[in-house]
């Protein structure tokens, strides 16, 4: 018997979502942008995927050099001012976009970003506070124990910190491990890294030594820069630590290679 709803009556999204898939994402993790867009369709959102979207600017604000900033700030408004909501699995660059765009750019395009950055949003923001989407498990399908890292960006200036456990909870047992000093930054920092690579890699040290001490299997967090770092300062040192997104972890997407373990 054929259950399927009869044409013309299928449930209409309850979201229109445009998804900003970020640099390292496009580049160096595209998983995490189709477990995004898995997620966002299981919670009842259609998800486009503009096209002129490159980078959101952040490296070039970074360095302070603000005018080449500008450009790629009005181009990203331009692809995506027509959508309902934008979310980003990225803390940074949601808060480029939500929190900086407004304080570079003047005039009329001030205002188009002030009205952009008000319907931007981080991927587990919006799922857990807009869209009101609960993870379970499936066929009795769960993760391994879990530490989560907060990133700087999403904790800082977005405030996210309870949205991404909530979520996972259900998927790992009801816990999250919390991470000793866990609100440290693990010394990424966009081009921190680059610029002060010894300070860099004594705060990333503290942050592998936290996760080993934590006796979870899983490092998970919401910001690629983050997950890369920690990932291939892990490998150097010669310790096994799997990195993974939070997207993939809550799509159950676990069967191919942790971030910094082979293609990705």
Known sequence: MDKRPPKGTAQKPRFHVSLFVSCLADLFRPSVAFNSILLLERAGCSVSVPMQQTCC????????????????????????????????????????????????????????????????????????????????????????????????SGLRELGIQNQPRKLLKPLSGGEVTELAHGEQCCGFGGTFCSKMPALADKMVDDKIDSFLESDSQILAGGDLGCLMHIAGRAKRRGQAIEVRHIAELLSLDTAGPAIGEGDS
């Open 57 to 152: 600017g952040q490296p070039a604000y970074n360095t302070g050099d603000y005018e080449a900033a500008i450009p790629v700030a009005q181009q990203l408004i331009e692809a995506f001012e027509g959508s309902d909501y934008v979310v980003v699995p990225s803390g940074s660059c949601a808060a480029m976009i939500s929190q900086h765009y407004p304080t570079i750019l003047e005039g009329q395009w001030r205002q188009r970003a002030i009205d952009l950055a008000a319907k931007t949003h981080e991927l587990t923001a919006f799922l857990a506070d807009i869209a009101k989407f609960e993870t379970a498990t499936t066929s009795g399908t769960s993760l391994p124990s879990i530490a989560y890292h907060d990133s700087c």
